[in-house]
């Protein structure tokens, strides 16, 4: 170990000692502009370094600002015009409209801006349950398998089965098993268990923000479970080894040693799973056959219906802006919070 | 995820437009006289199928005018968007379909050819038409921009062996008599204490099918939905009508309240070939009940009950479709108009219709198909008891907002949870202002 640094070391004088004896050079040279690059060849050879990269990113900027910049400067200006069918065809004349979308789906007391703000609690309710669920379903299932060896490949496959699947193929069978009369869940519950009396609704009603909620998680956890896993792989195991000799149960191994390490995988886990819920549209619009019970319309769904089957552009974009801003808040503020709290343990 | 996608589509499109927009063609001009591209509705149970109906009759079109038509079948699920994106980038097919119901709404975008009377006197003149179908080309008191192609009606479905084994004789002609027979035909036939066959079968979870009800029944009583173009869903008639469909479910029970979960049809035409249920009222189904192995022999077919009591009026129906257009951005307007005459000609006016077993809207269309007890029953409510969709360009907001309302009312009386009558006004007015926000 020593010497291998002691050459590390080594190595490092020399390449520095080249590089002053290269400067001392160019300090000596007649143009004195050029006095950080020694020759003009070199200086080109290290302008187009600089840029090199920069050149093979520009695609991809290009890509970026056209697919995903493009259509939120567009849904943004959108959101200050009156733009419903009326001005469809010829849309870049919709009058201005300032605020006055804003204004409407911001004003709670009118239906338009009450039916908003039921939509949001639901989405922060589903939120929040889908998350803590799926996260805390991904840590127990990464856990239990970190030290398993047998079955443990089969058991993973097994987990990530539900990722893999379509949405809508996967959704569409949970509506099958949620139905009423034929579903397997009630079949399941009141012919062979007996634990309800009468068939349940579990697509409409009350029931349907938990038949959502359920089917959301199923389709999120297996994510938490594989982002886990591969944080678990990065936590020598000579530490829970040593802890376990100092006496330290599987709890305390689990508090001390295992969450801490995965700290930085769960900073970003959790908020990309935030986003991911927080904007989900394919489970309710698929569980629920295009009509949304109140108890179950998300965000998005209202977007959808206001911009694409109410026809009114302007309100729905209105609304996806809102939808932009506060995601980027709380985006701001985790990371924020996150960051400092990251710092503080460093220090 | 979808929304953001669909949302960038339709920007990636303003966007291009924005590129193209000094170079727009507005007036359906005659760039490009020999071939013309056909957005057409799919009207069988399968894209596939419709492709094999209209493929051979669109070659003849070739033959006759050598124009050659690129024929795309297209669900009606995702029609509306592709046309509205058609409408917004002005880059489309030349001739569409359209579900009638958007008429109106599609007509205030500007981008429809309007059917003067010179226009029309191309396709023979507009009273070769039915007047009521005609009516479904625009809004009140404009010029149409659409014509109609396929027409369809409410009707009564009935089991005929549960009438048979119920000692029912004659299917209900009032909505009074319609819940007495529904009780007859409601029971546990096999002596569990639970209900398993119900009077009729509501496919409760679609927002598009429950403002059909709401509008049928409150037209009956007498409401008007739009007072000129301003919405006045909260008429005493409206609500009464809402009240009607839900009491079905609810206070008269002879729907089984699973039924709010339907989404789709299949489930309403399994249950009534299953002898769950013993009536359906739906829109006229042609063929379609062949595919559950059913014939004239399972099932009868009669008009929709009446309304009775004061101020109600004789409203069975209103008349549903498929209407064809042409988009201003045409570059071939004379193609176009010549598609949309051939297929609103007599002869092919009776091989389409009677192919997707819908009623043609033309008089002038004769043949055996229409000659059936559903064909005929059809015709004579379009003639006499069919009323349009409100002509509003607000219709569409109409129906999604009182659609979605009813679907969420009737999922509270499936859970026993009925509302009263100001509870649906009041939700009503909601609506209302709603609709009047967007306008």
């Known amino acids: ?347 | 995820m979808r929304v953001w996608s669909r949302a960038g589509a339709v920007a990636v499109a303003i966007a291009v437009v924005a590129a193209v927009a000094g170079c727009q063609n507005n007036g359906g001009a005659n760039a490009n006289p020999k071939v013309l591209t056909y957005w057409a509705s799919q009207q069988s149970p399968s894209v596939e199928r419709d492709k094999e109906i209209l493929k051979p009759e669109l070659r003849k079109f070739t033959e006759r005018t050598g124009i050659r038509v690129n024929l795309e079948v297209i669900p009606f699920t995702d029609l509306l968007n592709r046309i509205l994106t058609a409408t917004t980038s002005g880059k489309g097919p030349d001739v569409i379909n359209l579900g009638n119901s958007w008429a109106p709404s599609l007509q205030a975008t500007g981008a429809l050819v309007e059917w003067d009377d010179a226009m029309m006197a191309r396709l023979g003149g507009a009273k070769r038409f039915t007047p009521v179908s005609l009516q479904t080309g625009g809004a009140e008191g404009t010029t149409p921009t659409s014509v109609p192609l396929y027409s369809k009606v409410y009707q009564l479905y009935y089991n005929k062996k549960l009438f048979e084994r119920a000692g029912i004789t004659k299917p209900p002609a009032t909505w009074k008599d319609f819940v007495t027979t529904a009780r007859k035909l409601t029971k546990d036939t096999d002596g569990d204490g639970r209900t398993d066959q119900w009077g009729l079968g509501v496919r409760g979870q679609a927002g598009t099918i429950a403002v059909h009800y709401a509008y049928i029944l409150g037209s009956a009583r007498g409401a008007e939905f739009f007072a000129g173009d301003k919405p006045a869903f909260d008429s005493p008639a409206a609500v009464k009508g809402i009240e009607q469909y839900l009491s079905w479910m609810g206070k008269d029970k002879i729907v089984n309240p699973s039924d709010a979960e339907n989404a789709d049809w299949a489930d309403v035409y399994e249950a009534f070939a299953e002898d769950h249920i013993g009536m359906m009222l739906v829109q006229t189904l042609g063929q379609t009940l062949k595919d559950y192995h059913l014939t004239d022999e399972d099932y009868g077919v009669a008009p929709m009950p009446a309304a009775t009591g004061p101020g109600s009026k004789n409203v069975g129906s209103f008349l549903g479709g498929t209407n064809a257009a042409i988009l201003k951005s045409t570059d071939n307007l004379d193609g176009a108009t010549e598609l949309i005459k051939f297929l609103t000609g007599p002869q092919e006016q009776v091989t389409l219709n009677a192919a997707y077993g819908t009623i043609p809207p033309v008089k002038d269309a004769k043949g055996k198909a229409f000659e059936t007890e559903e064909a005929k029953i059809a015709r004579q409510t379009m003639a006499t008891r069919a009323i349009p969709l409100p002509r509003v360009p607000q219709e569409t907001q109409f129906e999604t907002l009182i659609g979605n309302a009813v679907v969420n009312w009737l999922s509270d009386t499936a859970t026993g949870k009925q509302p009263g009558g100001e509870q649906i006004s009041s939700a009503l007015k909601d609506a209302s202002a709603k609709v009047s926000a967007g306008g």
Request: charged share 15%; glycine share 8%; net charge positive.
């Open chain 1, 1 to 347: 170990m020593t010497i291998s640094s002691g050459a590390r070391a080594g190595a490092g004088d020399e390449t520095r000692r080249r590089h002053r004896k290269n400067g001392d050079k160019a300090l000596i040279g007649k143009d004195v502009r050029n006095d950080e690059n020694p020759k003009n060849s070199t200086g080109l050879r290290t302008r187009r370094r600089r840029w090199t990269p920069y050149v093979f990113l520009l695609p991809a900027l290009v890509l970026e600002l056209v697919v995903h910049f493009g259509p939120m400067v567009s849904g943004l200006t959108m959101s200050a015009m009156k733009l419903t069918q009326y001005q469809l065809a010829h849309w870049w004349q919709a009058p201005f409209a300032g605020a006055d979308n804003y204004k409407a789906v911001l004003d709670f007391d009118q239906p338009v801006g009450a039916s908003l703000l039921n939509s949001f609690l639901v989405t922060l309710g589903f939120t929040v349950v889908v998350l803590a669920a799926s996260w805390s379903m991904g840590l127990a299932a990464a856990v239990s398998l970190q030290r398993t060896r047998r079955g443990v490949g089969l058991l993973r496959t097994l987990f990530l089965i539900p990722y893999a699947l379509p949405a809508f193929a996967a959704v569409i069978t949970w509506r099958f098993l949620l139905q009423r009369d034929n579903g397997m869940l009630n079949h399941i519950l009141v012919d062979q268990l007996g634990v309800l009396d009468d068939n349940a609704f579990f697509l409409i009603g009350s029931n349907s923000f938990w038949s959502q909620c359920v089917v959301a998680i199923w389709r999120l956890w297996p994510f938490a479970f594989l982002m886990i896993m591969a944080g678990l792989q990065s936590v020598p195991d000579e530490v829970y080894e040593a802890s376990s000799l100092d006496g330290a149960g599987p709890w305390r191994q689990l508090r001390e040693i295992t969450l801490p390490m995965l700290a930085p995988v769960n900073q970003v886990l959790l908020l990309v799973m935030f986003l991911w819920t927080f904007k989900e549209f394919e489970t309710p619009y698929v569980l629920f056959g295009g009509s949304t019970p109140e108890q179950a319309r998300l965000l998005s769904v209202e977007i959808y219906q206001n911009s694409f089957v109410t026809w009114n552009f302007g309100l729905g974009s209105a609304m996806s802006v809102l939808l932009l801003l506060f995601l980027l808040l709380v985006t701001g503020i985790y990371l924020a919070v996150t960051r400092r709290r990251a710092s503080l343990h460093e220090a």
